[in-house]
C-alpha cells in the first residue's frame, strides 16, 4: 500500500493549507485514515481521524480549525487547516489502516498501519 501525501508548504499565521493523501495498490478495504504531525524536537502525535463511515476525531489543539474528510471510492484524505497557527509547523503524515492479510510479501494478524512520506507545514508568526 502507497500514500502519497501533497498539500504542504509555507503560510503566514492565520492563513490555510488543505492536505491530500491518496492510497494505492491494495484490495482491502481501508479502515481508518488519519494525519499525524511531528514537530522539530517533539513526538508524533495524532492531528485527525476519520473511519470508513465517516466518525472523525481531532487533537483537542486543532479542534474548531481543522477539518478531515475522505472519499472511499478513491480511497483519498484530506484536511482542511484554517487559522494555522506557528505551533502547527510540524512534518505531516498520512495514515491508513488496513485489516488483517498479506501486505509487501509479510502477512500481519492485527491491524495494518501504513504510513506516507510526509509533507511539510511551515506556519509563519
Known amino acids: 500500500v502507497q500514500l502519497q501525501a501533497s498539500g504542504g508548504g509555507l503560510v503566514q499565521a492565520g492563513g490555510s493549507l488543505r492536505l491530500s493523501c491518496a492510497a494505492s495498490?491494495?484490495?482491502?478495504?481501508?479502515?481508518?485514515m488519519g494525519w499525524y504531525r511531528r514537530a522539530p524536537g517533539r513526538q508524533r502525535e495524532l492531528v485527525a481521524t476519520?473511519?470508513?463511515?465517516?466518525?472523525?476525531n481531532y487533537a483537542d489543539s486543532v479542534k474548531g480549525r481543522f477539518t478531515i474528510s475522505r472519499d472511499n471510492a478513491k480511497n483519498t484524505v484530506w484536511m482542511q487547516m484554517n487559522s494555522l497557527k506557528p505551533e502547527d509547523t510540524a512534518v505531516y503524515y498520512c495514515?491508513?489502516?488496513?485489516?488483517?492479510?498479506?501486505?509487501?510479501?509479510?502477512?500481519?494478524?492485527?491491524?495494518?498501519?501504513?504510513w506516507g512520506q510526509g509533507t511539510l507545514v511551515t506556519v509563519s508568526s
Open positions: 495498490g491494495s484490495r482491502a478495504s481501508i479502515n481508518a
Open positions: 476519520i473511519t470508513s463511515d465517516g466518525s472523525t
Open positions: 495514515n491508513a489502516d488496513l485489516p488483517p492479510g498479506w501486505y509487501s510479501g509479510t502477512y500481519y494478524s492485527g491491524t495494518f498501519h501504513s
